[in-house]
């Protein structure tokens, strides 16, 4: 007698993310991974590890963890902040990786015109802060990269990770420096 598996979806409310992508809550209150999304993840060196005493690369096999740890996801919608949603999608399986890249391209366009904040005034500390940031000159990024979605977060670049709500997954976000208390 032969036995036979049948794949059957489970219920969104019951896929279980791998630890990269938790809320820092579910990482006991703080980051075991950093990163800032104004930085491509495809660096090794832009994704740290905080498991140990220092800051080092994520190491390519925690990279290419599935997005779930208990079935195989080819497609998941995310609510992005300020943005809107994004849909990453991986025939052969999503990794970690694929979602802080999707993340990253997802908010280094320019907004479009309805994203645009009416008044500049409150997002130009987090537009200089990232032109200083990111590779290169600080004024070319001001004059010929400019303002970016990623300057409509107000500094709050860092990855906290996905959470269920309400049935959708939503993209949280913290600011650079200690992690705040949840």
């Not at 992508?21 to 990163?35: G, I, K, N, S």
């Not at 690369?57 to 080819?74: F, G, I, M, N, Y």
């Not at 200083?132 to 107000?154: H, M, Q, S």
């Not at 996905?162 to 650079?176: H, I, M, Q, T, V």
Request: net charge positive.
């Amino acid at each position: 007698m032969k036995a036979t598996v049948k794949e059957v979806p489970l219920k969104d409310e019951s896929i279980a993310l791998s630890w990269p992508l938790l809320p820092f809550t579910e990482r006991r209150q703080h980051p075991l991974v950093y990163y800032d999304v104004a930085f491509n993840p495809r660096d090794p060196a832009n994704i740290k590890d905080n498991r140990r005493v220092h800051f080092l690369a994520l190491p390519e096999e925690d990279r290419e963890l599935p997005v779930s740890t208990h079935c195989k996801l080819t497609e998941i919608v995310i609510h992005c902040p300020r943005v809107g949603s994004l849909v990453v999608e991986r025939a052969e399986g999503l990794r970690c990786i694929d979602i802080f890249y999707a993340i990253y391209c997802k908010y280094q366009k320019k907004p479009r015109s309805h994203e645009m904040p009416t008044d500049m005034s409150k997002y130009q500390p987090a537009f200089e802060q990232r032109c200083n940031d990111c590779p290169g000159l600080a004024e070319f990024n001001r004059t010929k990269i400019g303002f970016l979605r990623v300057d409509l977060l107000k500094g709050k670049r860092i990855f906290e990770g996905l959470k269920r709500s309400n049935g959708r997954w939503e993209l949280l976000f913290d600011a650079p420096g200690p992690p705040r208390k949840h």
